[in-house]
T-cell receptor, first 119, second 113 residues
Framework: DTGVSQDPRHKITKRGQNVTFRCDPI?????LYWYRQTLGQGPEFLTY????????KSRLLSDRFSAERPKGSFSTLEIQRTEQGDSAMYLC?????????????????FGPGTRLTVL | AQSVTQPDIHITVSEGASLELRCNYS??????LFWYVQSPGQGLQLLLK??????LVQGIKGFEAEFKRSQSSFNLRKPSVHWSDAAEYFC???????????FGAGTRLAVHP
């Protein structure tokens, strides 16, 4: 039973460059989430997908950020024209939308994260 | 807005001592509550969760938490801490729907031998 995986684990880039991160969720999970975590803080919600549909985006997700989940499986998060303030850990999580009893299932399982450093 | 507060930024305990990490959530619809643990440079691992029912929930690694609606609290406890428990602990709640989690700022736990 593989968990959530993320690639790359670390990314160092220069300001102004574009970066793309990948997340592979647990295979049967139809929901996929992106969070950002800065030093000394808890994760903050960025966006989430149910299957291939992006259902909510945080105000934190500026126009330079775009996320996709084209086939309802893996997802990518792209940051264009990176800024030093984008330096953070980007976490991906996945979940089911309903458990076996039909109740809302909100247990999210997290990947190891991608640590972005913008120089 | 819904929020989660972890009043203690850092806690240091001796190995073998008991532990309690505090978590308070803002009032709203019956919350789903979670405790996650994060080791340095790693993602978050779920320790335990509360959805409904018995207010004392058991988790992995010997942790437990108690939901107290009257105090809007969901404190995490462990009777005897091990050196390997040193990590950062995050309390979280659902947002009111089932589409995102709201996290506290975390409590960093140090364990002295």
């Amino acid at each position: 039973d593989t968990g959530v995986s993320q690639d790359p684990r670390h990314k160092i880039t220069k300001r102004g460059q574009n970066v793309t991160f990948r997340c592979d969720p647990i295979s049967e999970h139809n929901r996929l989430y992106w969070y950002r975590q800065t030093l000394g803080q808890g994760p903050e919600f960025l966006t989430y997908f149910q299957n291939e549909a992006q259902l909510e985006k945080s105000r934190l997700l500026s126009d330079r950020f775009s996320a996709e989940r084209p086939k309802g499986s893996f997802s990518t998060l792209e940051i264009q024209r990176t800024e030093q303030g984008d330096s953070a850990m980007y976490l991906c999580a996945s979940s089911l939308s309903r458990d076996r009893g039909g109740r809302p299932a909100d247990t999210q399982y997290f990947g190891p994260g991608t640590r972005l450093t913008v120089l | 807005a819904q929020s989660v507060t972890q009043p203690d930024i850092h806690i240091t305990v001796s190995e073998g001592a008991s532990l309690e990490l505090r978590c308070n959530y803002s009032y709203g619809a019956t919350p789903y509550l979670f405790w996650y643990v994060q080791s340095p440079g790693q993602g978050l691992q779920l320790l335990l969760k509360y959805f409904s029912g018995d207010t004392l929930v058991q988790g992995i690694k010997g942790f437990e938490a108690e939901f107290k609606r009257s105090q809007s609290s969901f404190n995490l406890r462990k009777p005897s801490v091990h050196w390997s428990d040193a990590a950062e602990y995050f309390c979280a709640r659902n947002s009111g729907g089932y589409n995102k989690l709201i996290f506290g700022a975390g409590t960093r736990l140090a364990v002295h031998p």
